[in-house]
């Protein structure tokens, strides 16, 4: 289960995140909302440790984002914005890295590497540097990357930018795995069909603040709007005229 309470983060003069909390708990799919340079982005990188907030606080499992860093790491798989891969290493030598990184060793390793690979149909080109790899294998490896360690939680920083239609149907298909196996899974994107047909609850940030914090139903009722689309933008407005 991921918490967050109050986190506040600034860069200079400014303020990216301003008071953000919510709650995303295990066996549900928990949609971050909000247009670019709403701190979608940077409220992710708090909970995955690359940022610490300058108030309030985060946990994952309990475990203090800041004061646990490590224990909150080993319970997350983080596929940031930006694959970040080791362009001279393969494929499956950029999954097994992270996977000792993780904490996993020997045999096991070689295990966890080849299930992850089968299960995101990445074989064919698992063996190949990813220097020149297109958008959509980048995605494909960072998200290996981010589950070969089994984590309890997953967060997902726009998973299917870059994705051609066949592997976003794929994605799609992992995360509900995931949800039906008990994992919490948190995600941000701004596309309202994916949001739609995968998240129980949705956050909605704007200006780094929460708009709203409900099931897409709940957002509907609470904006009078029968749209997503529709109420989405109602939301909006409604942190900018506070």
Partial sequence: MIKVDGIHKSFGEVKAVRGVSFDAPDGKITGLLGPNGAGKSTTLRVLYTVLKPDDGSASIDGHDVVASSLEARRRTGALPHGSGLYPHLTARENIAYFAKLCGLGGAEIDEKVDNIIELLEIREFADRRTKGFSQGQRTKVSLARSLVHDPQ?????????????????????????????????????????????????IVIIAHGQVALDDSADGIRERTGCDDLEDAFVEAISMVEQD
């Fill in 153 to 201: 939680n997953v967060i997902l920083d726009e998973p299917s930018n870059g994705l051609d239609v066949m592997a976003i149907r794929s994605l799609r298909e992992l995360i509900l795995k995931l949800k039906d196996a008990g994992r919490c899974v948190l995600f941000s994107s701004h596309v309202m069909q994916e949001v739609a047909a995968l998240c129980d609850d």
